[in-house]
């Protein structure tokens, strides 16, 4: 009889031990959701108790819970550290087990290497990032709302990807069709109304930064309304978060702020940074208010304070500045200490300027390439299952399979049905080479429409027939604007018809210019090197002497001395 008893006990205190653990992890679990946007320290505090749960679901929670309040604190190393363990917890649950939660959390993990790589402006990593998260919804083994949601959270960052690499059009159309899917009535049975809210206000403020692109890139002030009235209406969805997001007032002070710089009004723009202090709740606004500032204070033509907070920027150790924010603020630098007549300064930020372009081009390119390929296999299959569907006569729409892909088939469509042949061959090429060499990225063809390549040969042959190419302001940027297209087009093409980059061709074409005249008109002999380089386009000196000696294996003094013998 004690034997009996004892086993009875035993189970009783397992009983016990479970519902107090299962009790335990409730609590935890309604208080990381509670903390999560609200209070890091309390989410890192509430995901070190549920990381002892006895459910490994849990545990997980709690681990991406670590992740995220870290991610809000912009301690991005540490957590990709955390990342990089999880990832291989699961992976090692995934050989043993298929929980839903399992596919669930790598999605999510990916989703966060997304946001970081985004944030840290390496798009090509974050892309990749996306693919994979696309890569473990599409594997779920539950095909729920919660699962629909995500995959137009997918979508919704496919667009700032696009809207990066100057895709503007194509990311508003996506973004369009991503607000119209969150409207499905399979969402209606969601129970987390938060995170619906929360993925269509980030639709919203997409929408109204690619409308603030567009205005930018077409100097167009009507469609910086539409840029604010997107904002005002992502504002209005977090109000109905429960409970409110703290930050949800200063981020979108920060959009309304661009507004205000875009329209030229300097001064209100300031004002509204200037009210920062009073709405921030914590969090680190400093960076912004520096750049913006330095952004203001030029506009306004106030040097001192222009180049106080650009120095202010630059040293602020707390957060790491984008490339994007560095070449803004390097280029104002190079600006300013030429109006002050400080040539070195001036000459010291233009190389800066130079080098963090060319990075961020790099970057751009190889993204474009892995952007490109994913949505021309993405529109190939949802052709090749539609064409299956007309095949067996079952004319029934088809199911929503990914909320890209009614775009990508557009984007199929618009480029590839009229070059058949063209379209065979690129598969072919994409099946033999994907992933072989990403050093050789730049080497795979786009499958470009023909009368877009036409128009951008017709651009250039005029640029070279009047000499557009020896203006200062000439650049590949201002072709694409022109041509209202992208830099990645163009850099294609002209290599296609060219055999040599644009920078190669324009540079060569500008030496064979200044090399004539200095053979045939006296006067330019006379020139100073400074004058010679500003009769081809070049404002520094020294820039175009190294440009004429790797020509032509001589200085321009070397050649004019030359000549002259």
């Not at 120095?311 to 030429?338: F, G, H, P």
């Not at 940027?477 to 644009?502: H, R």
């Amino acid at each position: 009889m004690p034997r009996y008893f004892l086993i009875f006990l035993l189970v009783s205190v397992i009983k016990i031990g479970y519902t107090q653990n299962t009790s335990s992890d409730s609590i935890y679990l309604k208080k990381i959701e509670l903390f999560k946007n609200t209070n890091s320290d309390s989410t890192l505090f509430y995901s070190k108790k549920l990381i002892n749960s006895t459910n490994i679901c849990n545990q997980l929670t709690a681990a991406n819970a670590k992740i995220y309040a870290l991610y809000r604190q912009k301690k991005f190393k540490a957590a990709i550290v955390e990342i990089k363990a999880l990832d291989i917890k699961i992976d090692n649950l995934l050989k043993k087990d298929e929980k839903p939660c399992f596919y669930d959390y790598k999605a999510v993990i990916n989703n966060r290497l997304f946001w970081i790589s985004k944030n840290q402006e390496n798009y090509n990593q974050a892309y990749e990032y996306l693919l994979k998260c696309e890569q473990y919804l599409k594997a779920h083994p539950i095909k729920d709302a919660k699962n629909y949601m995500n995959n137009l959270g997918v979508a919704s960052s496919k667009a700032l990807i696009k809207n990066k690499l100057n895709m503007q059009k194509e990311a508003k159309l996506l973004l369009l069709q991503t607000y119209a899917e969150t409207k499905n009535p399979i969402l209606n049975s969601l129970k987390d109304k938060n995170s619906l809210n929360l993925l269509k206000a980030n639709v919203l403020n997409s929408l109204g930064n690619t409308y603030l692109s567009i205005a930018n890139k077409k100097n167009n002030t009507i469609l910086l309304d539409s840029a604010s009235y997107y904002y005002d209406k992502a504002y209005e969805l977090t109000k109905l978060f429960k409970p409110l997001h703290k930050d949800s007032e200063i981020i979108y002070s920060f959009k309304k702020t661009e507004v205000l710089i875009a329209q030229k009004q300097f001064k209100k723009a300031l004002a509204l940074i200037n009210n920062y202090k009073n709405i921030n709740k914590g969090y680190h606004y400093k960076h912004r208010e520096f750049f913006q500032k330095t952004i203001c204070f030029n506009g306004l033509h106030s040097s001192d304070s222009t180049i106080y907070y650009a120095y202010k920027l630059l040293l602020d150790k707390k957060e790491e500045c984008k490339r994007s924010n560095l070449i803004a603020t390097y280029d104002i630098l190079s600006k300013q200490y030429t109006l002050l007549k400080k040539q070195d300064s001036a000459l010291k930020y233009s190389q800066k300027t130079l080098e963090q372009f060319y990075l961020a081009d790099k970057n751009k390119e190889e993204t474009f390439h892995l952007l490109y390929k994913n949505d021309f296999e993405n529109a190939q299959d949802l052709n090749n299952a539609l064409l299956e569907k007309e095949n067996t006569t079952n004319y029934t729409l088809f199911g929503f399979i990914g909320s890209s892909l009614l775009v990508t088939s557009l984007f199929f469509l618009l480029f590839y049905r009229k070059e058949k042949k063209a379209k065979k061959k690129l598969i072919k090429k994409l099946e033999e080479n994907t992933y072989e060499d990403k050093n050789e990225v730049t080497k795979k063809e786009y499958n470009i429409d023909d009368a877009l390549e036409n128009k951008i040969l017709n651009q250039i042959n005029s640029i070279d027939n009047n000499l557009d190419f020896l203006k200062p302001e000439f650049t590949i940027t201002n072709i694409a604007e022109t041509l209202n297209t992208n830099t990645t087009y163009i850099s294609f093409v002209f290599n296609k018809n060219k055999g040599v980059t644009f920078k190669q061709y324009y540079t060569n074409l500008k030496i064979e210019y200044i090399k004539e005249k200095l053979t045939t008109e006296n006067k330019y002999k006379n020139y100073s090197i400074k004058a010679l380089a500003e009769e081809i386009g070049y404002s520094n000196a020294s820039a175009f002497s190294r440009a004429f000696k790797k020509h032509t294996g001589v200085t321009p003094s070397e050649f004019i001395k030359n000549l002259s013998s």
